[in-house]
């Protein structure tokens, strides 16, 4: 390790700044959502199975919820516009805004150009988890999802049933498009229920067992027009291992819910972003 200099101390000790400061972002009536939520009723219901993966669809203005159901399962969230697969959930721009891990009234943010919510968080049944003494926490951003490439890098394997590979699947078969085409839009996921963090020595992603039970639940309104895909990861609870036929796995349900006519008022959804994309050439 290098010498450290003589003010290496005072360098360490200097304050960190929050990079992007969230109070000029546009305002949310979560007030407003949880009215519309406790009115609306449930108009569509599907199973992400075992080690394997469901799509769905949400109207903008409605509302989706996840929840355990059997035992302890963590899932892999992915969302695109509906009518634009290109643009679709952006966790790394998500995480600069809200931080490593979301809850109730941060929101899920899209890729760019059009940089806008498109779904928020207006329930988290594990919002009393928080931070634990292992700085681990619940819903991470952070994390990537479970994939075959890194399985086979690092132990050669050949593991058909990953997140990667289960949302890849999901997304083929609601666009009926060929594997290949639907892998290129599957992206880096919302973990859904899973306890993650980075270790105090070595800053390594870690995970640990899910505090999630059955019932459960999260549960977001969808800003804008959504297809979405969630796998029930083959780790279960994510407390050993996450690319496994061991591990114990439960389903996941995903459930749309629609409010009552008129319980919204004026809500409309939001713009693409203002940015004019010249990027300095006038």
């Known amino acids: 390790m290098t010498q450290p200099p003589a003010d290496a101390q005072a360098r360490r000790a ?71 697969l290109t643009e679709r959930f952006y966790s790394g721009k998500t995480r600069a805004l809200h931080g490593t891990h979301v809850t109730t009234g941060d929101r899920l943010w899209s890729s760019f150009p059009t940089l806008r919510p498109l ?11 928080g931070i ?46 060929p594997l290949h085409e639907a892998e290129r839009h599957v992206h880096d996921v919302l973990n859904v229920f899973m306890c993650t963090g980075f270790t105090r020595d070595t800053g390594q992603y870690f995970m640990k067992a899910s505090p999630v039970r059955p019932g459960d639940h999260l549960t977001f309104f969808a800003e804008i027009d959504l297809l979405g895909a969630l796998s029930a990861c083959p780790g279960g609870d994510c407390s050993s291992e996450h690319s496994s036929d061991a591990a114990a796995c439960y389903p996941l349900k995903v459930e749309v819910l629609t409010p009552a006519a008129g319980a919204l008022g004026d809500w409309q959804s939001p713009q693409v972003n203002g940015y004019d994309r010249t990027h300095g050439t006038d």
């Open 132 to 177: 634990d003494a292992f700085g681990g926490s619940v819903h991470d951003v952070i994390g990537t999802r479970c994939d075959p490439y890194t399985g086979n890098l690092l132990s050669g394997t050949q593991y058909h049933h990953c997140c990667h590979s289960n949302l890849t699947r999901a997304l083929a078969e609601a666009r009926d498009l």
């Open 119 to 129: 779904a928020t968080v207006v329930e988290d049944s594990l919002d009393w988890y």
């Open 14 to 84: 200097i304050p960190p700044v929050i990079c992007y400061p969230t109070e000029t972002l546009p305002q949310l009536d979560l007030p407003l959502y949880r009215a519309a939520l406790s009115g609306a009723e449930v108009t569509d219901t599907t199973l992400a199975p075992p080690r394997d993966a469901c799509s769905f669809s949400v109207p903008a203005g409605h509302f989706f919820r996840i929840s355990s159901v059997d035992g302890p399962q963590v899932g892999d969230l992915n969302l695109w516009n509906a009518h634009d």
